[in-house]
Every structure is written in C-alpha cells, then in structure tokens.
C-alpha cells in the first residue's frame, strides 16, 4: 500500500509540472502577446516627447495614432501651430500631397496587373496550395477539420496587388494600407518557409532572379490565413545599440526596425516605393516551427540553456548556433513586409546601381575616386535619356537619410519602361549609425546637381517647424505595435541629414544654376512653385 501511494503522488506531480510547463510556454505568451500592446502604449517614451492637446481640445482632436492610421483622409482645418493637433495629419493635408499626380491614369496599361488575369492566377495558386496542403497531411497521418482556403477578393492584400500603378506602389487616398498593415499585425500564420536567397544557397532553387544570395542574416516567407504573404525579419539588434565603426558595411546586421522605419519615411516624403511594412511579436513554436513544411527549417529549431526557442539559418555562412535567433522563450520581435505580386504576373527588372560600392575589403569604385563620374553616367543608356537618373537620385536621397550603404542593385517592374519608378526594397541596413553622416551615400546628388522640383519641396517642408521631419515620423512610428522604433537619436538625425541634403543642392544651385540643376520637366509642372507652397530654401 505504502509502494502505491508513492505511485500516485509521483503521477500527480509529474501531471502537475506538466500542467504547468504547458501554461508556461504555450497560454502564458499568448497572454503576454495580447496584453504586451495596451502596456506599450501607457509606457512609450515617444508618446511623452509626442506634443500633447490641450485639455479642452483633448476630446476633439484625434491622438497620433489615429493620425497615422487616417494619414490618407487628413482634413484641410487641422490645427498646425501651438503644439495642437496632429502633425503628421496637418502634412498630409498640405497642398503638395494633394496635386494631382502626373501624368494622369487613363487606363489599364497605368496599372501594374489585368485584373480578372491577376485573380484567375491567384485561385490556381490557392487552388494548387489546397492540394499540396492535403497530400502533406495525408503522408503524416494527420486529420484535419481546417477547411480548404478560399480566395477572398477584398482581401487586403490582393486589393494591394490591384492598387499598383506607374505613381507608386499605392495611391495616396488608398484606404488599402491601413488594412494590409492591420491582417498582417493580426492574421495567424498557414506556412513559413525560407526565402528565395536562402534556397538559392542551398541550390533548391533557380537562382537567375536573386539579386544576392543573403547568407549573412535570416529571413523568412510566412503565409497568412488569408493567402498573403509577408517577408519576415527577426531582430538582431537592440534599438540603442549602434553598427561598431569597424564593420563593413556588407557584413552589418540586418535591423527588423531599419525595414519598419524605412516603410514610414518613404510614405512621408510621398515617394511610396517601400511595401507596406508592419512591426510584430511572432511565436516562433506555434507561428513557424508548427506550419512550416520545410524539413530543413525545422531542423534548425533548438532550445537555448536560457529555455529560449532559438533557430538560425541553414545557409553555407551563417549556419551556427552563435548565429540564431531566439524567442523570450517563445515570442520574437519581426518586421514583416508585404509581398509584390509573382513575378509571373509582373516580370521585374533588376540593375546594378550605377553607384554600387565595392564588395571587397580594399578596393574602390570610379565613382569613389572620380568627382566627373556622373559625366561619364549620363552618356548611358538609359540614363541618358529618361527619368532614371532622377529617380537614382531620388533613391540616394532617402538611402543617405536613413544611413543605407548597401543599395548595390535596385528594381523596377518592366511593365512600366525606362520612367518607372524604382522600387526601394531592402532597407534594413539603414539606421545603424546615428552618429555618423556618410555623405558618400548622396554621391548621385553631389556630381550630379539633378534633383526633381517635386522632391526639393517636400524636402523643404518637411525642413520647416510645423512639419519637421523628426516630428512626423515619432507620431507615424507610434502606429506601429513595436514602437517606439526608433531612439531619439536616429529621428533627430533625419533632421540634421535634411539641412545637408539641402544645403548640397544649395550649393549645386550656385555653381550651376537652378534651372541646370531643378527638374522641371512635364511631370512635375503640375507642382506648387515655392511661394504657392510657402516654402523656404
């Protein structure tokens, strides 16, 4: 009798301790993930910087994140002076980002897909997913009651794919962002598996259109329940920490937030060539090591001595422990960027940057040591005849204010021609250093003297007090759930990299002239001179 008494109090207590591992590691981060929001919001440092509304306004003006959220339907009253009010609403309400742009849409060679040709591909691909999906539960022996996914048409992601025109990746009135940001924030994950630059190393894939096998940082394809997809990049880097002077910069780490910030600033200097990028706590057990297919990404799972679930990249560089990333134990903070439609759909040109930096440890490029260099540029096709060079410097433009030097390639879909517009993909080597100021990145300006009319005057409001720049991207970046993304370092940074850009076009504009050096072509005619935009230089 004694032996069976020892019996069950040996049986309760390992159920107990399994009760309890249970609740540890799989209800409690749930809870944590649902209660983490609320608590950010009554503890970011931002919103305590952010400028407060006055008492008897404070029920009718809305707070920054509704600003950030309704950033498209920004009314023309909003208030601008004396603190009150939203910044980032009073921007967008601004004359400039309400001019028509140019040249006008007029029919389906504007828009990036055919949309009933967009929509037949996309149910063979669900289609193709609900088989493979079936047949893979089939080969375990695993019974199923999830029903076979449908393809919704007002599905965010899709409008977002349909909203594509030669402007930009969406339009400024589009309400679609807000709601492909919130599905991806929100929606659970079907699949996970690694990207095309990971299977390309690993010789699973055809690696004609990889512009660079990565290797040196980890990133994942996650597919919601809604059939979207999402480039997910786990943090590697703490917010306050800053990229040593003595790396390189091809070997930096790849920063979750850098993608997230870069996202917001495109959309406010009105460029809108970043995908929609969204801040998010992935369970990295139940949202990607329980959905992925993928043998060898499960395989690369492991738990810490901390009891942290780690994994890392399965890859010919990076692939040791030292290199994981790890859950706190299972939850780990990503930036997640939307997908462009399948290059099947819509064929995508990828080019060398005419200003690529070296890739070695010693040697440099022409531009690097040949001040004409642009000269020589201008002979090219097709930069010698189109809007490319503009749009090159457009480019350098937003990659100096956020400290990218790894812009070796850039893409543009084919559709659209020599004009199109540049798709800014890959920013998470911005915002390493705030510190430093690497004016070789604004090269393109500096021996050029070219810059478009349309970007100069954002870049000279967004210079005044009641638009300045560090001000509207703090209230943008409280939007996102990770925030605060930035520290107050890297945003006043943006200001002080702003009065540079300026003055260098200052500068070209009394060696050569503003009518050598300011763009005034058809495109941009329609835009408000300085006077109508209240500008100053």
């Known amino acids: 009798m004694p032996g069976l008494r020892r019996d069950r109090l040996l049986t309760l207590l390992l159920l107990g301790a399994l009760l309890s591992a249970d609740l540890y590691f799989h209800l409690w981060p749930q809870v944590r993930r649902q209660l983490r929001p609320r608590e950010h919001a009554r503890g970011c440092p931002c919103a305590r910087r952010a400028s407060s509304p006055a008492p008897d306004a404070a029920a009718a003006s809305p707070g920054p994140r509704a600003a950030a959220r309704n950033f498209s339907r920004a009314g023309p009253g909003t208030e601008r002076h004396g603190g009150r009010g939203s910044r980032l609403q009073a921007l967008f309400a601004h004359p400039l980002y309400r001019v028509p742009e140019e040249p006008p849409l007029l029919g389906p060679e504007d828009s990036l897909l055919a949309g009933q040709e967009a929509l037949r591909y996309y149910r063979r691909k669900v289609a193709r997913w609900n088989r493979r999906h079936k047949i893979y539960?089939?080969?375990?022996?695993?019974?199923?009651?999830?029903?076979?996914?449908?393809?919704?048409?007002?599905?965010?992601?899709?409008?977002?794919?349909?909203?594509?025109?030669?402007?930009?990746?969406?339009?400024?009135?589009?309400?679609?962002?807000?709601?492909?940001?919130?599905?991806?924030?929100?929606?659970?994950?079907?699949?996970?598996?690694?990207?095309?630059?990971?299977?390309?190393?690993?010789?699973?894939c055809d690696c004609t259109q990889i512009v660079k096998p990565s290797g040196v940082h980890l990133k994942l394809v996650l597919r919601f329940?809604?059939?979207?997809?999402?480039?997910?990049?786990?943090?590697?880097?703490?917010?306050d920490e800053e990229t040593p002077a003595d790396f390189f910069y091809f070997i930096d780490f790849q920063r979750h937030n850098a993608e997230i910030a870069a996202f917001h600033l495109d959309r406010i200097l009105d460029f809108r060539r970043v995908p929609p990028t969204v801040g998010r706590l992935v369970n990295v057990t139940k949202e990607i090591l329980e959905v992925t297919k993928n043998e060898i990404l499960q395989s690369v799972f492991f738990v810490s001595p901390a009891s942290n679930v780690c994994f890392f990249a399965k890859c010919p560089y990076m692939c040791k422990t030292e290199y994981a990333v790890c859950g706190n134990p299972h939850l780990l903070e990503g930036s997640l960027s939307a997908f462009l439609p399948s290059l099947n759909l819509a064929p995508r040109l990828s080019v060398p940057n005419p200003w690529i930096r070296s890739y070695s440890l010693a040697g440099k490029e022409e531009w690097e040591v040949n001040p004409l260099y642009c000269d020589t540029v201008k002979q090219i096709y097709p930069y010698n005849s189109s809007s490319r060079l503009l749009n090159i410097i457009d480019m350098a433009i937003f990659d100096f204010l956020i400290g990218n030097m790894d812009r070796h390639h850039y893409e543009m879909f084919t559709k659209f021609g020599d004009d199109g517009f540049l798709i800014h993909l890959d920013n998470a080597r911005g915002f390493g250093r705030h510190s430093q100021d690497e004016l070789s990145i604004l090269s393109?300006?500096?021996?050029?003297?070219?810059?478009?009319?349309?970007?100069?005057?954002?870049?000279?409001?967004?210079?005044?007090?009641?638009?300045?720049?560090?001000d509207v991207m703090r209230e943008s970046l409280l939007e996102d759930q990770l925030s605060p993304i930035l520290t107050e370092p890297h945003l006043l940074a943006l200001d002080r990299r702003l009065q540079i850009i300026l003055q260098t076009v200052e500068g070209c504009v009394e060696a050569h002239g503003e009518q050598s050096v300011i763009a005034t072509d058809p495109a941009e005619q329609s835009a408000p001179d300085s006077s109508q935009a209240n500008l100053t230089s």
């Not at 309400?175 to 390309?200: G, N």
């Not at 500096?446 to 720049?469: E, G, M, V």
Request: charged share 25%; net charge positive; glycine share 4%.
């Open 444 to 470: 393109p300006l500096s021996q050029c003297c070219r810059i478009k009319k349309k970007t100069l005057l954002h870049l000279q409001l967004l210079a005044q007090a009641d638009y300045r720049l560090s």
């Open 225 to 239: 329940s809604d059939f979207g997809k999402a480039m997910f990049k786990p943090m590697r880097q703490q917010r």
């Open 137 to 204: 539960k089939e080969q375990l022996n695993l019974t199923s009651l999830d029903t076979p996914l449908q393809l919704r048409l007002e599905a965010s992601w899709v409008q977002f794919h349909l909203g594509i025109s030669r402007h930009g990746l969406y339009s400024r009135s589009s309400p679609v962002v807000s709601q492909l940001l919130q599905d991806m924030r929100r929606f659970p994950t079907i699949s996970a598996d690694y990207s095309q630059d990971e299977k390309a190393l690993l010789g699973a």
